[in-house]
Each structure stands twice: as C-alpha cells, then as structure tokens.
C-alpha cells in the first residue's frame, strides 16, 4: 500500500493527514516530534477564528481563511467541537486610525465578507467599558474555539480513518528516491528509544511550523532556500473581575507592524487575555515569557480599556509565529512586506509539497489547507 507522511502534528498537519486519509489504497503517516500533537504554535495564539479581513486580494491567507473559516465552523457544529461566535470589534481613537478601518470596511466588502461599522452611542451600550473615540468596525464572522478539542478531533478521526500517529520522533535527514520521481526516504529518530528507522514514502508533506524551513532547506538545493524569521509574541492574562467585555477588541490597524496589536480576546471559560506583542527571536524553541513588554502592552490596552487593572494583568504564556519576513501583517492591498503562506509542490521533486509561514490565520485555514494540499498531490 503506498505511504503518504506528513511531518508536523499542528492543527494544519493534523487537517492534512486527516485529508489524505480519505484516500482509497493509500496509507497516511502523521510524524511529530513532541510528545503530544499541538503543542507548538497551535496551542499557543488567540484561538481565534478569524474572518479574513486584512490579507490582501488574491491572497492564499484570505482565500484559505475564507474558506477554512466556513468549514470549520461547519464541523464545530456537526461534531460538537466548542466554538463561540463572539463577534469582534476594531476600534479607532482618532482620524488616521479611522481611515484604516474605513479601508478594512471596504476591503471585506469587496470579498464579500460581512462587515458594519457600529455607532458609538450602541456601542457604549453593548460594551460600556471600552474607548472608541472615532469609531467602531464589527467583524460578525470572528469567533473563538477551544484548540485543544478541535486537534483532539482532528487526531481522532485521522486514526478512525486509517491514519497512523508517530509522536516522538524526530526528522534527522530525508533522501530523494530516483532523484525525486521514486518517493523519499525519511530517517526518523524515536525520542523515547533513540532509535534509528528509516521511512519510504511516496508523497511527503512538511508541515513541520517552527522547523519547516529548515527541513525545506534540508532537501531543495541552496537557490531555492527560505530565510525564517520568528516572532515570539507574549500573553497576559487579567484576574479583576471587571472591566470584562464580552467581545474580541482590537486596536485600529497600524502600517508596517508584525501583528495586529495587543488586542483583548476571550477563551472558552469566559476569561479575558491580551497579546500578542511582537518580540523578534532567532531561537524558535526560546518560549520564556519577556516580562520587559508589559508596561507597553499596558499603555496600548489602555488606549481601549481605560478602566482596566494594570496591577491584575500578569505575564501568562508566549508563542512563536513562524514568518517569512518582517513586514506587516495588515495587507489590503499585500503592501509594506507582506508575505503571504507559502503553500506549493516543489518542481523536481515529485509528490513534495511544501507549506512555509503557516502563521496567523492557519488555525482558521487549518481545512481548507488541507484540501489544498490534498488536490496539489491528486489533482
């Protein structure tokens, strides 16, 4: 029976393997090298599902958004999966901040993804707590889910299907087959033994997050090599029993920046957070939480909180973006250095197919990625 592997046990690994799984005479094998899937970038972000406002036309992070958002809110309510429709707002204190929603407002428009500006009156009677001194753009499609059960999920319909699980194991080098028209040969390095096995496959997908770079590079020839780039971003969590609102806030988008700003979301508990700043690391493994950006989160919360408890927000957990660049993540029209996913078959490697700078929105895209993928190998 012929082998498929993916390397990578993240959320959009896990939809993929669980995608190629559906595949009649074909065997899928899932490598990752922790202990447990999601453990990385997966579990460690907003949890929101995003609604595709900000990438750009002709975008693979707004189509695969767009369409990974539907699918996924499709299985949340068919297999039970706990999700929230929180619904978000994009507040402006100012004009130039207000002309950056406006082109958010009729960039969405043009994608047809539904958008409305909120008067102020309603909104200081939907969320008394919050500052927007110019005005209020609300995102109706943006929502929450719990990660942890979504990959859950995702693990168990792959075994259900026929799928195969290797946690602890490590990629130590993979090996072209007949130059690449004959499959690969992947050695493997099982964590709990320190074994050495060594894998055939006829398709390999590397869905590797933080280390998919270096595994591209590890195969392609040097002309096709990708530079990484890390942005580790920290989270606070918020212990005061209020101001507590009930919708996701974010700040106006600014120009040239790594992130969408320190923005307030909510988990499934109920339970307020911020974050991500955006702290450039090269170690990608490096997740200690930076403690030296908090009083600049606090002044950037406080611009839309102004009630809000500095002395009860605390350093909580940090996560790390793989990038392919540092420009901006804010890109309607895929100006200021946008990079967007990388997600191809590689020429001359047959049955290779890459997926690089898999950050925000890849949880939302997580299943149209796996369709994706899936028609690059078979269609």
Sequence with gaps: MPLGAVVGGGAVGLATARRLATRENTSTLLIERHGT?????????????????????????????????????DLCD?????YKNTKKWVVAQDEQQHNELQKTYHFARSIGVPIQFVSLAEAKSREPDVRANEAVLESPT?????????MSFLEDSLLSRGGDL?????????????????GYKVSVRSGSSGDLATITTETLV?????????????????????????????YYSYSAPSPKPQTLIYPAPGVGGAGLGTHLTIDMAGQVRFGPDVEWVEDPNDLSVNETGLPAALDAIETYLPGIRRDRVQLDYSGIRPKLGKGSAVARGKGDGFADFLIRKEEGFDG?????????????????IGDMVHDLLYK
Excluded: Q, W
């Excluded at 693979?60 to 699918?71: D, E, H, I, M, S």
């Design 142 to 150: 943006t929502g929450i889910l719990d990660s942890h059960a979504y």
């Design 352 to 368: 290779f197919v890459n997926l690089l700078g898999i950050e925000s929105p890849g949880l939302t895209s997580s299943l149209a």
């Design 78 to 82: 068919k297999e039970g999966i706990p």
């Design 166 to 182: 290797a946690c602890h194991t490590i990629v130590e080098s993979i090996e072209t087959i007949d130059s690449g028209k004959g």
């Design 206 to 234: 590397n869905s590797a997050g933080l280390a998919a770079v270096d595994l591209s590079n590890s195969l392609l020839p040097r002309s096709r090599y990708v530079k990484p780039y890390y942005a580790k971003g920290s």
């Design 37 to 73: 899937v999601g453990t990385e970038t997966s579990s460690r972000n907003s949890e929101v599902i995003h609604a595709g406002i900000y990438y750009g036309h002709d975008s693979l992070k707004t189509a695969l958004c767009l369409k990974g958002k539907r699918l996924l809110y």
